[in-house]
């Protein structure tokens, strides 16, 4: 398992990072609307999303064969985990604004940063829009699993 002044190193790290990706996102909705950030900052989070979920798999493959590099291996999967967090957050983030506008948006906020992801499933649920629940629920797994991969090759990687 990670120890625990990593992990809080990793939620700070976190939790800087999705507030200037919010702010940033905040003022690409205000300047372009709502249908341009998803049609473009959507779809280019998607492709880096999957693009990643494949070399998680390969860095997986490398650290079977080659035991010294799994501790590499770990550092990348807490990294890419990372970006699916993030876009997770960014997806929530703009399903929520796009049907329920900024208060829907201040309300999941309120619950804290993570708090945005229940309201943007909400909101999805409640707009019928089925691709954004299966996009958040795939990055919701994506960031899981490479958060236990991670932890399981530390595991590995740690002398008994």
Known sequence: MLEEKDLKLF?????????FAA??????????????????IIESEMLAS????????????????????????????????LLFWLSVLVISFALTLNYWGSIGVLSGLLFGIVGII????????WQHDWWGICAL???????????RS??????KARPN
Do not use: Q
């Not at 940033?24 to 473009?40: K, Q, R, S, T, Y």
């Not at 490398?62 to 807490?78: D, N, Q, T, V």
């Open 150 to 155: 991670a932890n399981v090759e530390i595991d």
């Open 137 to 147: 629920i795939y990055g919701l797994m994506l960031w899981w699993g490479c958060i």
């Open 23 to 40: 702010v940033a996102l905040w003022i690409a909705v205000a300047v372009n609307g709502v249908e341009w950030v998803l049609a473009h």
């Open 50 to 81: 999957s693009i990643v979920a494949i070399i998680c798999i390969l860095i997986l493959l490398i650290g079977r064969i080659f035991p010294s590099a799994r501790i590499i291996g770990c550092y990348a999967l807490i990294g890419a985990s």
């Open 118 to 125: 229940p309201i943007g499933i909400m909101a999805a649920i």
């Open 11 to 19: 939620i700070a790290g976190g939790t800087i990072v999705f507030a």
